[in-house]
C-alpha cells in the first residue's frame, strides 16, 4: 500500500464543464502520474510531476492540465469536460526500487462519466 | 504507437491448468513490471525484473525477462480462481527513468 487515495471516485458531469480530480499520497513521493484507462487501449500516460510545480505532458495530455503545489497533492483538470474524456482516471507514483530503477503503484481509480 | 503487445488478449481456463502469457516489443527497456488488477480497483504491483534473462518467482507465477530485455513471460502454474484478473505488462525505457508505456493487457479468466 502505497498510501495513495484519489477523490472523488466516482464522478458524472456535463459537457463543457470542468472538473477537477484529485490524488493524495503520504509517503512524500518526488515522482507522481496520472493515467487514464480505456477498453483497447490500456494505461495512458495524460500527465505526470517530478517535484512540487515541476510537470510535463504525456501522450494523451491534450485536454488536460495538472499542478502540483504540495509534495502530497497531484490535481488533474479538464478544463472543459468531453464525452471522449469519459474514462477510469489513475493516479500512480514512483519509488525507487534500487539504483536507477523505479516501480509504480496505483491508486484505487476515478470514474469520469461525461454526459 | 503501441509499444507493447500482450499476448494472448483473453484467455479462459480451468482450475489446476497452466499458462503463460507474453508481453513482447521491438523495443529495449530498462526494466518491465507486471501487474494485476481486479474489476473497479487500481493495478497491484506483481514483480520488476531489472536484468536480461532474469527470473523470479512469486508463488505459483514464474516471470521471465528476456536476454534482449524487449520482451517477457508470466507462467502460472496450476491456476486458481484467484488467479482471475488483467494482467499487464510495463516497461521504462532508459536507465534511471520514470516513464512507463503499457501493454493492452490479457484478460485471464480461470474456471473452478
Redesign the interface.
Known amino acids: 500500500d502505497a498510501g495513495i487515495t484519489q477523490s472523488p471516485r466516482h464522478k458524472v458531469t456535463e459537457t463543457g464543464t470542468p472538473v477537477t480530480l484529485r490524488c493524495h499520497q503520504t509517503e512524500n513521493h518526488r515522482?507522481m502520474y496520472w493515467?487514464r484507462q480505456d477498453p483497447?487501449?490500456?494505461?495512458?500516460?495524460i500527465h505526470?510531476s517530478?517535484g512540487v510545480k515541476d510537470t510535463d505532458k504525456?501522450e494523451v495530455s491534450d485536454g488536460y492540465s495538472v499542478s502540483r503545489s504540495k509534495t502530497e497533492d497531484f490535481l488533474l483538470t479538464l478544463e472543459s469536460a468531453t464525452s471522449s474524456q469519459t474514462s477510469v482516471y489513475?493516479c500512480?507514483i514512483?519509488e525507487r526500487?534500487?539504483?536507477?530503477?523505479?516501480?509504480?503503484?496505483?491508486?484505487?481509480?476515478t470514474r469520469l462519466t461525461v454526459t | 504507437t503501441q509499444l507493447l503487445e500482450q499476448s494472448p488478449q483473453f484467455l479462459s481456463i480451468q482450475e489446476g491448468e497452466n499458462l503463460t502469457v507474453y508481453c513482447n516489443s521491438s523495443s529495449v527497456f530498462s526494466s518491465l513490471q507486471w501487474y494485476r488488477q481486479e474489476p473497479g480497483e487500481g493495478p497491484v504491483l506483481l514483480v520488476t525484473v531489472v536484468t536480461g534473462g532474469e527470473v523470479k518467482k512469486l508463488k505459483r507465477l514464474t516471470f521471465q525477462f528476456g536476454d534482449a530485455r524487449k520482451d517477457s513471460s508470466l507462467h502460472i502454474t496450476a491456476a486458481q480462481p484467484g488467479d482471475t484478473g488483467l494482467y499487464l505488462c510495463a516497461g521504462a525505457r532508459g536507465s534511471g527513468t520514470y516513464k512507463y508505456i503499457f501493454g493492452t493487457g490479457t484478460r485471464l479468466k480461470v474456471l473452478a
Open positions: 515522482y493515467y483497447g487501449h490500456g494505461l495512458r500516460l505526470y517530478y504525456g489513475f500512480a514512483s526500487l534500487i539504483g536507477p530503477y523505479y516501480e509504480q503503484y496505483f491508486g484505487p481509480g
